[in-house]
């Protein structure tokens, strides 16, 4: 089993920065492509970045390309989103996930096996 846990949300204003992570249990973090999805409520779920099992791809959602950056250590198990100039609409919770490994890059939710419990991210005015 897999377990995967968010943590580093927070309030912040508008052009801050957080830095969140993704604790992953099990051995096999390091063969499996990781990615971040966030979520407000009464919307869907939406892809924000994945990174590759070696780290050496990364691919972005448009709405966040530039200010925002995915990145892994896997000696710690742990995925990372740093996020700079946050925007209001940037709010939401924020979500890790395992990718299934059927493509690259993997948007879709469905593409996705294991997820966190999420971390809330405040963006203020």
């Known amino acids: 089993q897999v377990q995967l846990v968010e943590s580093g949300g927070g309030l912040v204003q508008a052009g801050g920065s957080l830095r969140l992570s993704c604790a992953a249990s099990?051995?096999?973090?390091?063969?499996?492509?990781m990615g971040w999805f966030r979520q407000v409520p009464g919307k869907e779920r939406e892809f924000v970045a994945t990174?590759?099992?070696?780290?050496?791809?990364?691919y972005y959602a448009d709405s966040v390309k530039g200010r925002f950056s995915i990145s892994r250590d896997n000696a710690k198990n742990t995925v990372y989103l740093q996020m700079n100039s946050l925007k209001p609409e940037d709010t939401a919770v924020y979500y890790c996930?395992?990718?299934?490994?059927?493509?690259?890059?993997?948007?879709?939710?469905?593409?996705?096996?294991?997820w966190g419990q999420g971390t809330q991210v405040t963006v203020s005015s």
């Open positions: 990174i590759s099992w070696s780290g050496g791809r990364t």
């Open positions: 099990g051995r096999t973090f390091s063969s499996y492509a």
């Open positions: 996930a395992r990718d299934r490994g059927s493509r690259w890059p993997a948007t879709g939710r469905r593409e996705y096996d294991y």
